[in-house]
């Protein structure tokens, strides 16, 4: 049997680091297993990146300015995609023949929905997050339009119930009422979300965690950690790794939360460490020192962090029971 993946990137970001290790599990399992990707990040020979054409210096200005027109547009207070430019990415994932089809993150103009209707194939989609079952929005924080139809949406500040995000809602029901898809999900509530959602409602949708490499992500000495990381060895450290420019995230509860901490920790001395996109601008105005470990891409580092930590905060308003929270776990 033949997999074929399909995700906008392989390596970058929460969901391709997820869809990435999906596919090398199954390699390592002995399964024929390839993986198409809008954009390329490692040398993996089994990822098959963009054609020529779509790594051009043309394709990627348009793709620019067609996203900067979009946000300057509709302006909207959340990440929101909608994907309506000509892509070839069904017809690579086709060439590789494959038996099954698995969808990924595929946002950010990877893949058209129509582009469903060419596989004539089953096809499992796991949700990385909502984008697959609303009109463009990644997460809809409190709004339940995706329920029955998006429209008037409140992300874009619309009022109008035809506005893009009822044209894209449209667009992925009627694909998803023809296509043989089933919908894994990797947490409990992103299953509860689906199944109530107007797009998923009476499909299958099955509960799949992501994997993790035990042989990596295990527990560690904390000392010998802290050591390889250059890190105090007598105070308490706390780990930060999620996106403090994105408000779901919850980087905006940190402060209170750690000035709640010192308050009642009396004289114990505490820091926070980050790791990635947390490192940008979380220090401004944190009642502690913070070190900033900058862009982590090395697993093995990774768990070292986890390792040295004294605990791992996580304060997601909406998540999909991401990585970080599995990896952190699974070192103790």
């Keep these: 049997m033949r997999v074929v993946h399909i995700s906008t990137y ?7 680091i997820a869809a990435y290790r999906i596919h090398r599990c199954l390699v390592s399992a002995g399964v024929d297993s390839v ?24 394709r990627r200005g348009l793709d620019f300015l067609v996203s900067w027109l979009f946000r300057r547009i509709y302006r909207p207070s959340v990440p929101f995609s909608v994907n309506m430019r000509r ?32 596989f ?19 997460y809809s924080g409190n709004c339940l339009r995706y329920r029955e139809q998006c429209g008037a949406c409140p992300v874009l ?7 893009i995000s009822r044209q894209e809602w449209r667009r992925k029901r009627k694909v998803l009422s023809e296509a043989a898809v089933t919908a894994a999900a990797p947490s409990r509530w992103m299953a509860d979300l689906a199944r109530s ?38 105070c308490r450290i706390v780990l930060f790794c999620a996106a403090a420019d994105e408000p779901r995230k919850g980087a905006a ?27 940008r601008g979380i220090g401004d105005g944190l009642p ?29 308003l909406e998540d999909n029971l991401p990585n970080v929270m599995l990896e952190s776990m699974a070192c103790g």
């Design 10 to 16: 392989d390596t970058a970001g929460g969901a391709a």
């Design 35 to 58: 993986m198409v990707v809008r954009e390329k990040r490692s040398g993996d020979e089994t990822v098959i990146g963009p054609s020529p054409s779509e790594r051009g210096i043309v």
């Design 87 to 118: 892509e070839d990415t069904a017809r690579r994932a086709l060439q590789h023949r494959p038996d099954v089809i698995h969808l990924h993150w595929v946002a950010n103009e990877c893949l058209k929905p129509e582009s469903l209707g060419s």
């Design 120 to 138: 004539r194939r089953p096809i499992v989609w796991t949700l990385h997050d909502m984008w697959p079952m609303t009109g463009g929005c990644h």
């Design 157 to 163: 500040r619309s009022r109008n119930q035809e506005d």
């Design 197 to 234: 959602s107007s797009i998923f409602q009476g499909r299958r949708v099955e509960v799949v965690s992501y994997s993790i490499d035990f042989d990596v992500f295990r527990p560690g000495s904390m000392a010998e950690c802290r050591a390889r990381l250059a890190l105090p060895p007598d």
């Design 253 to 279: 509860l940190l402060k209170p939360a750690l000035e709640s901490l010192c308050r009642e920790a009396g004289g114990m001395r505490l820091m926070v460490l980050t790791a990635g996109a947390a490192g």
């Design 288 to 316: 502690v020192p913070v070190k900033c470990l900058g862009d982590v891409s090395d697993p093995h580092v990774l768990a070292a962090c986890y390792s040295a930590s004294d605990a791992t905060l996580v304060p997601s």
